[in-house]
Protein backbone atom coordinates (compact mmCIF):
# COMPACT_ATOMS: atom_id res chain seq x y z
CA UNK A 1 0.00 0.00 0.00
CA UNK A 2 1.54 3.34 -1.04
CA UNK A 3 1.49 6.31 1.59
CA UNK A 4 2.32 9.46 1.43
CA UNK A 5 2.11 11.28 4.66
CA UNK A 6 2.79 15.07 5.09
CA UNK A 7 3.63 16.67 8.27
CA UNK A 8 5.10 19.76 9.66
CA UNK A 9 2.04 22.46 8.37
CA UNK A 10 0.65 25.13 10.87
CA UNK A 11 -0.03 28.63 11.75
CA UNK A 12 2.81 31.02 11.26
CA UNK A 13 3.18 35.00 11.28
CA UNK A 14 4.04 36.58 8.07
CA UNK A 15 7.58 36.81 7.28
CA UNK A 16 8.21 33.31 9.10
CA UNK A 17 9.15 29.61 8.20
CA UNK A 18 8.13 26.47 8.15
CA UNK A 19 9.25 23.55 6.70
CA UNK A 20 7.44 20.44 4.98
CA UNK A 21 7.93 16.67 5.77
CA UNK A 22 6.42 14.24 2.89
CA UNK A 23 7.13 10.32 4.46
CA UNK A 24 6.89 7.94 1.39
CA UNK A 25 5.92 4.07 1.79
CA UNK A 26 5.08 1.41 -0.53
CA UNK A 27 7.20 2.98 -3.69
CA UNK A 28 10.92 3.05 -4.48
CA UNK A 29 11.15 6.36 -3.74
CA UNK A 30 14.40 6.49 -5.90
CA UNK A 31 12.31 5.46 -8.58
CA UNK A 32 10.01 8.51 -8.20
CA UNK A 33 10.20 12.32 -9.25
CA UNK A 34 8.38 14.47 -5.92
CA UNK A 35 6.16 17.38 -6.47
CA UNK A 36 4.76 19.95 -3.59
CA UNK A 37 1.38 21.27 -4.60
CA UNK A 38 -0.82 23.56 -2.81
CA UNK A 39 -4.30 24.77 -2.81
CA UNK A 40 -6.44 27.34 -1.22
CA UNK A 41 -10.01 27.73 -0.51
CA UNK A 42 -11.85 28.26 -3.42
CA UNK A 43 -8.69 27.88 -6.00
CA UNK A 44 -7.55 24.97 -8.03
CA UNK A 45 -4.64 23.18 -6.73
CA UNK A 46 -1.29 24.20 -7.96
CA UNK A 47 2.22 23.07 -8.25
CA UNK A 48 4.61 24.59 -6.16
CA UNK A 49 8.24 22.94 -6.01
CA UNK A 50 9.02 19.82 -7.81
CA UNK A 51 12.42 17.72 -7.75
CA UNK A 52 13.80 14.77 -9.20
CA UNK A 53 16.81 12.55 -8.76
CA UNK A 54 18.30 15.23 -6.91
CA UNK A 55 18.33 19.08 -5.84
CA UNK A 56 20.24 18.93 -9.63
CA UNK A 57 17.30 18.72 -11.06
CA UNK A 58 14.55 21.18 -8.89
CA UNK A 59 11.83 22.82 -10.02
CA UNK A 60 9.76 26.17 -8.62
CA UNK A 61 6.35 28.15 -9.41
CA UNK A 62 7.35 31.91 -9.99
CA UNK A 63 6.18 33.24 -6.57
CA UNK A 64 7.77 30.81 -4.67
CA UNK A 65 10.97 31.06 -6.37
CA UNK A 66 13.89 32.83 -3.89
CA UNK A 67 11.78 31.61 -1.19
CA UNK A 68 11.10 27.88 -1.09
CA UNK A 69 13.78 24.89 -1.09
CA UNK A 70 12.16 21.56 -1.80
CA UNK A 71 14.83 18.46 -1.22
CA UNK A 72 14.76 15.03 -0.31
CA UNK A 73 16.38 12.32 1.36
CA UNK A 74 16.45 8.92 -0.68
CA UNK A 75 17.47 7.26 2.37
CA UNK A 76 14.87 8.14 4.58
CA UNK A 77 11.78 8.32 1.65
CA UNK A 78 11.30 11.85 2.60
CA UNK A 79 11.00 14.90 0.44
CA UNK A 80 10.90 18.54 2.31
CA UNK A 81 10.13 21.96 1.38
CA UNK A 82 11.52 24.90 3.81
CA UNK A 83 9.53 27.74 3.29
CA UNK A 84 10.99 31.21 4.48
CA UNK A 85 9.42 34.72 4.06
CA UNK A 86 5.84 33.23 4.16
CA UNK A 87 2.96 36.23 3.80
CA UNK A 88 -0.86 35.62 3.62
CA UNK A 89 -0.76 34.46 -0.43
CA UNK A 90 0.86 31.10 0.84
CA UNK A 91 -2.14 30.05 3.10
CA UNK A 92 -3.06 26.74 1.88
CA UNK A 93 -3.40 23.00 2.51
CA UNK A 94 0.21 21.66 1.33
CA UNK A 95 0.20 18.15 -0.45
CA UNK A 96 2.77 16.63 -1.72
CA UNK A 97 3.11 13.86 -4.69
CA UNK A 98 4.68 11.24 -6.32
CA UNK A 99 5.50 10.80 -10.03
CA UNK A 100 7.28 7.63 -11.79
CA UNK A 101 10.75 8.75 -12.95
CA UNK A 102 10.28 7.22 -16.12
CA UNK A 103 7.09 9.55 -17.21
CA UNK A 104 7.48 12.87 -18.79
CA UNK A 105 7.94 15.58 -15.80
CA UNK A 106 4.79 17.66 -15.52
CA UNK A 107 3.32 20.50 -12.73
CA UNK A 108 -0.12 19.32 -13.49
CA UNK A 109 -1.74 17.77 -10.52
CA UNK A 110 -3.83 14.91 -11.77
CA UNK A 111 -1.07 13.51 -14.07
CA UNK A 112 1.23 12.00 -10.42
CA UNK A 113 0.74 8.60 -9.02
CA UNK A 114 0.88 9.30 -5.94
CA UNK A 115 -0.59 11.39 -3.39
CA UNK A 116 -0.54 12.65 0.39
CA UNK A 117 -3.79 13.87 2.39
CA UNK A 118 -2.47 17.58 3.06
CA UNK A 119 -0.91 19.41 5.61
CA UNK A 120 -2.77 22.88 6.28
CA UNK A 121 -0.44 25.77 6.24
CA UNK A 122 -2.02 29.21 7.45
CA UNK A 123 0.25 32.54 7.48
CA UNK A 124 -1.64 35.08 9.65
CA UNK A 125 -0.93 38.98 8.42
Known amino acids: QVRLVESGGGLVQTGGSLRLSCSASGIFFSSYAMGWFRQAPGKERRFVAG????????YYEDSVKGRFTISRDNAKNTVYLQMNSLTPEDTAVYYC??????????????????WGQGTQVTVSS
Open 51 to 58: IRWSAGST
Open 97 to 114: AALLLGRSWTVVWDEYDY
